[in-house]
């Protein structure tokens, strides 16, 4: 039967509390039953149908194939994507263009949530899909947020720009600032991030309203991208 192998206490608590995933087995450390937060999501998993399993620690990692478990593997159905037209109808999305580090867009959906966006898209290529990892990177916060991964970028773009979405691309060439965005107040905004080497695709650039550049003073050449998506997702939130 397919499902996912999730790891880590925050991932843990926030897909049996978000409840959009069916818990199907969980295994706790067993050499750490006298931790208080492990003890608390046992009861919370017990509270929702699931006896949790005291194992030893070895048995984690063979289940999740990680040492970053905190003493916590789920076992649960797969990820729950939205649709395109049901993420379409948030106000204000973030969309990944080459973006390969699942640590980088696990970070990001994270900022995304906290910070109050509606839901993320992820090209169907060349992004990581809601991996385990991803899952662990984002605290959990995948749990809560619409994710979609039913089309490419050309597609996104254009359910955007059909539903009068204003397009905000990040890029380091770009003349227009964050400051500018915010004073336009958009209705419907996409906020469209890219990867430290490829950055966003020239087709996004193209059809932008705007093409944003973070001032940067220092000698490193370029943010982290999920740093980058984190300052621009505060600014437009």
Known sequence: MAGDILYGVNPAFEAVLA???QIRAAFLNRGAAGNARLQKLAALLQSRGVEAQWVEKGRLIDRCQS?????VVLETSPYPYVTLDEIMEQPRLVLLD??????NVGAIIRSAEVLGFGGVLLPSHGVPPVLPSVVKASAG????LPITCAAGVSAYVHAARQRD??????DGKGSASLAEVAAARPARLLLVCG?????VGQFILNQAQFVVRI????RIGSLNASVAAGIALHALA
């Not at 040492?67 to 003493?71: L, M, P």
């Open 19 to 21: 409840g959009r995933r």
């Open 67 to 71: 040492h970053e478990h905190q003493g």
């Open 98 to 103: 080459n973006i390969e580090d699942p640590h």
């Open 141 to 144: 916060a995948t749990e809560h």
């Open 165 to 170: 979405t204003c397009i905000v691309a990040l």
């Open 195 to 199: 990867g430290e080497d490829r950055g």
């Open 215 to 218: 001032p940067q003073h220092g």
